[in-house]
Structure formats: C-alpha cells, structure tokens
C-alpha cells in the first residue's frame, strides 16, 4: 500500500527548497537589523501553555489543537502558534532583567486541524517576533514596520494594512456590555458558531465571515469611540508614528483577530492576490499574556506571518529571485580505472567550493552526458582509456560546445579561469 503525507501537510522538494531558504535568509537579515535574536522552542508544549495562553475561547484551543498524551499520560500539545512558547521561554529563563527588554523571534513550524485549502494547511511555517518589556506605542511601530517593510523589501507594495484598537482591560468590558446589548435581541439570526460565542466572546462576531452575521454587525457601536484615555492616547502615538515612517495603514474597528490575549493594538497586513485566506500576517499587544502565563507583569506585542502564504504571492508575482544551483562541473568517467581517478577528484573539488557531480551507477558516456545536461552542468570532464593514460581530461563547454583536452594536472587552474564562483 502506497502511503500519503497526511491531510493539510506537504513535501517541500529541492527545486522550492532553495527558495525557501533564500526567504528565509532575507527573514534572518531584516531580524537581525531591527535588533531581535533567535529562539527555537520545542515543537510541543504542555497542553495547559496554549489553554491559558491563547484562551478558551478561541477557534485554536476550542477544534484545532493537535494534542494527545504522552507515554506518562501528560497531555501534549503540537504548538498552534509561536507567541505562547516564546513567552513560555522568556519567563523559564527570565529574560526579564530589571528594566530590561526582550526582542525576540522565531521561525518554524506551527499545526492546526483545520480545513485544508488554498493558503490554509495543517503544518504550516510562521515567522514571527515579540517585543517584552515596553509598553512605549513606539515598540508597535517598529514590529509594524518591520513586517511592512519586510513585505516591501521582497517587491509586494500594494499591501493593505489594518490597523485597530481593541482595549484593554479597563475599557473594554463596557465595550463589550454595549455590544451585547446591541446583539442580544438578534442572536436568533445568527450563524450557529457566533451563537455559542456571543456571551463568552462577543468581539469575535465582529469579524465572522458569514454574510448574516456581518449584516446584523453593520451598526454596532466601534470600539475606536470608548477607549480610555490611555488607551486612546496610545493608539494616537501609534498612527502619528507610523505616519512618520511612511506607512499607509487604515483603520479597520472591525479587526478584532483570533487570540484573547490581546490588548490595545491589533493589525493584520492584507495581500489582494489571496483569495479567501488573503492574511499575510496578523499580531498585536498583548499586555496581559506574561502575567497569565505565570511571569511578573509585563507588556508585550508581536507579530506572526505565513510563508506559504508569503510564497504563493511571491511566485505569483514573479517576484522570486532565479537561484543557481546549477553545478558547475559533471565529471564523466567511462571504465573503471577512470572512476577510480575521477572519485577522488570530485570530492576533492567539492572540498575547494565547487558544485561537481559525477556518476554513480555506471551509466554509459551518451547516459551521462544527458545527465549533465539535465543538471544544468556548466563544464563536463571525460575521462576515457585514453585520456585516463596519457593524463588528460576532455572537458566540454556546456553552453558553447566547446570542447579541449587539458591536462588532469591544470584542472584547478582551468576551473578557475572558465568559471566564476558562486
Ligand atoms: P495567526 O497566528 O492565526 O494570527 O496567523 C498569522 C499568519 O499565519 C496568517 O496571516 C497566515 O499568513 C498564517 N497562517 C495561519 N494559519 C495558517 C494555516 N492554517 N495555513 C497556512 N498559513 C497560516
């Protein structure tokens, strides 16, 4: 019986490897230059970290965690997002000096039971960092900028940037009296999920993708009008700054997103090219989230974004750099006296930087020669009886058809002179 990568998941092949590593270079580098380090926290984590971390209430942590039991019959979880193991690990190491802050950013692989389609998988990799220690409006701009101009950067500049404000904890549960008021008496219309949420978490009905709902959501009140003065002032700091570096985001009072953990500022960043799952990234502060998972108080606020998501808009756009990965040598051996020079060769080569392949099944030299041609081989060396004897190797030009018989000897010289390294 054949067996298949299970549902929602895929094979990453060479050809599109090398483009993700290429992304994933440009992530290290834009990380690196707006001050934030590394960490890599462990696939799973103790099932009770994402309940009190992502809430109850929410879509992850109500259908779509990956969790059994282990051997000790503890009940683990596959992490659904990054933001609770990253917290997890600044409080287990106490990255919190007195004063200090954390800038701190993951990449990896993130997994939740959801319905497959088009951008939406069951293993999918996030990028993503959290800024720990400031509640200063300037810590959201910069982690804003950062995903914007990372976007920017890659050739994606039509991005539609949604910005909000949902609260905090003073202001927002009279929000959240005034919107059920408001929604209560039409909860009979409702689609069934928003009718299991609307007590426990009525802010979600805002963004329910059901076309019902959002009609009997059109007239509610905004949050954006009862803040309270802290929270008002921190999200006017927040646009005057993102209005000096150059930003063009819009306010959304619809934009709520998926985690209870957040507070005061929300965003998402939108790509047109997407269809139904058009979210690259989304994130927000999250003022409380430190403290709930056990650490002393302290602010936060992140980000996490898709790259397959990322990738569909970047292949789509053309926007993906050729990669060369060709080698830059085949070396051809014909007989086994020839293989006998020729292996030692290829890794010797290999070990002075240059990319080599050669035969290892014994093919025939029409065989190989249409290998070399298939990898995309820039020079191919043959080393028959007769070149074997008198020490020669008859390398051919790829790309010309040139061909000339140099001296086995010369061979480095010759690699450098035709080709340039990579
Ligand atoms: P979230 O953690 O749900 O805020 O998602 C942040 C970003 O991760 C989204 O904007 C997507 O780009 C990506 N993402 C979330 N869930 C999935 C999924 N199931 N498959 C692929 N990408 C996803």
Redesign the pocket.
């Known amino acids: 019986m054949k067996t298949h990568a299970p549902k929602g998941t895929y094979d990453l092949l060479p050809e599109n490897a090398s483009r993700w590593r290429y992304l994933e270079n440009q992530i290290h580098k834009i990380f690196r230059e707006y001050g934030f380090g590394e960490v890599r926290t462990p696939i799973f984590e103790h099932t009770e970290l994402f309940q009190r971390g992502i809430g109850e209430t929410t879509d992850i942590v109500e259908k779509e965690m990956f969790t059994f039991s282990d051997r000790g019959d503890r009940s683990i979880t596959l992490r659904p ?1 990054g933001t609770a193991s990253v917290v997890r690990a600044f409080i287990e190491h106490n990255l919190a000096g007195p004063g200090a802050m954390a800038k701190l950013y993951y990449l990896g692989p993130m997994f ?1 039971c ?1 319905a497959p389609q088009a ?3 069951r293993q ?1 990799v ?1 990028f993503g960092a959290e800024t720990l220690g400031s509640n200063d409006p300037r810590v959201d701009a910069e982690i804003i900028a950062l995903a914007v101009n990372f976007y920017r950067r890659l050739g994606i500049d039509d991005l539609d940037i949604n910005l909000n404000s949902i609260g905090c904890p003073q202001c927002r549960p009279a929000y959240r009296q005034r919107l059920l008021e408001h929604l209560k008496p039409r909860a009979a219309q409702m689609c069934p999920n928003c009718q299991r949420r609307l007590e426990r978490n009525p802010l979600r009905l805002l963004d329910c993708k059901n076309t019902t709902c959002q009609q009997l959501t059109v007239d509610i009140p905004l949050i954006t009008e009862t803040l309270c003065d802290d929270c008002g002032s921190h999200f006017e700091k927040l646009r005057q700054l993102l209005d000096s570096t150059g930003i063009n985001y819009r306010i959304n009072p619809r934009l709520v ?2 985690f209870d953990y957040y507070t005061k500022t929300v965003f998402e960043i939108l790509a047109g090219d997407l269809g139904a799952q058009n ?4 994130g927000g502060r999250y003022d409380g989230l430190v403290e709930m998972c056990g650490g002393k108080p302290t602010p936060g606020i992140g980000f ?3 790259m ?2 990322l990738m569909m808009v970047l292949e789509a756009r053309q926007l993906l750099p050729e990669i060369d990965d060709r080698p830059h040598l085949y070396l051809a051996p014909l007989g086994e006296e020839a293989q006998q020079i020729i292996f030692p060769l290829c890794i010797r080569l290999r070990e002075s930087g240059w990319i080599v392949e050669t035969d290892l099944q014994g093919k025939s030299l029409k065989a190989q020669m249409k290998v070399a041609d298939k990898l995309g081989a820039r020079l191919t060396g043959v080393i028959g009886e007769d070149e074997y004897r008198a020490g020669k190797i008859l390398m051919r030009n790829m790309e010309t058809g040139e061909q000339e018989l140099i001296d086995l000897a010369a061979l480095d010289e010759y690699l450098e002179k035709v080709l340039r390294r990579r």
């Open positions: 997002e939740r959801e951008g939406r998988f999918f996030q997103r998926g979210a690259l990234c989304g996490a974004a898709g397959e998501r």
